[in-house]
């Protein structure tokens, strides 16, 4: 191999090593930056389990029980499969809702009509316990994307946050990626276990 013909093949290695770190470092950013769309930006925000008034059944009163999401990062996210349930099993499904970047959305334990700002369980009765439960969001792969926790057993310093009206907010916060399982029965645009 000559001198000539040794120079020419440093300098195409040395090109395809810099095209292999261009095409590199232009995809990494977009990865880096969080620019994508990711569940880790979804989250339970707050929860009203303890609906004001005298706890009647009445669709006001189940209505008045809500927990809400909401996604804190820029990029839309399709929550279609996506459920909402607590410790007793009962699950509701996001059936053809995607929650615009820097939005939120309040899940309501009765009846009523579906918006971008508002989705119904279409139930007759109260969901969530006001002593004590948990509320966990998964995603469409049945993977934790956070959960709630309250406890009204305990007061003082166990991570309670309370609304302006200091009436049932939980916020003991769990992440992880545990699976849930089972069968979601309900009419359209709504699951129900």
Same mark, same amino acid.
């Given at each position: 191999?000559?001198?000539?013909? !040794? ?14 770190? +261009? ?18 930006? =979804?989250? $339970? ?11 009647? #059944? ?10 809400? $999401? ?8 399709? +929550?279609?499969?996506?459920? +909402? ?10 059936? @053809? ?6 939005? !939120? =959305?309040?899940?309501?334990?009765? =009846? ?9 369980? %279409? #139930? ?9 439960? !948990?509320?966990? +969001? ?5 993977? =934790?994307?956070?959960? $709630? ?5 305990? @007061?003082? %310093?166990?991570? #309670?946050?309370?609304?302006? %009206?200091?009436?049932?907010?939980? %916020? ?22």
């Amino acid at each position: 191999m000559t001198a000539s013909q !040794t120079f020419t093949a440093r300098r195409l290695a040395a090109a395809a090593l810099s095209a292999a770190a +261009l095409v590199g470092a232009a995809a990494l950013p977009a990865a880096a930056d969080g620019s994508g769309p990711r569940d880790s930006r =979804v989250e $339970i925000s707050k929860v009203q389990y303890d609906a004001p008034g005298h706890g009647s #059944r009445s669709n006001r009163s189940l209505n008045e029980e809500w927990v809400q $999401i909401t996604n804190s990062g820029r990029d839309s996210v399709n +929550l279609d499969d996506w459920t +909402l349930s607590n410790r007793q099993g009962r699950v509701y499904t996001f059936h @053809h809702l995607r929650l615009n970047g820097h939005s !939120t =959305v309040r899940v309501h334990t009765g =009846v009523g009509r579906d918006t971008y700002r508002d989705v119904y369980q %279409d #139930r007759r009765n109260f969901v969530w316990d006001d002593r004590k439960d !948990t509320a966990t +969001l998964r995603n469409d792969h049945r993977r =934790v994307v956070d959960t $709630i926790s309250w406890d009204a057993r305990h @007061h003082g %310093d166990d991570g #309670r946050r309370h609304g302006d %009206d200091g009436r049932g907010h939980g %916020d003991n916060r769990g992440h992880g990626d545990n699976r849930g399982h089972g069968d979601n029965h309900g009419g359209p645009g709504h699951g129900h276990r």
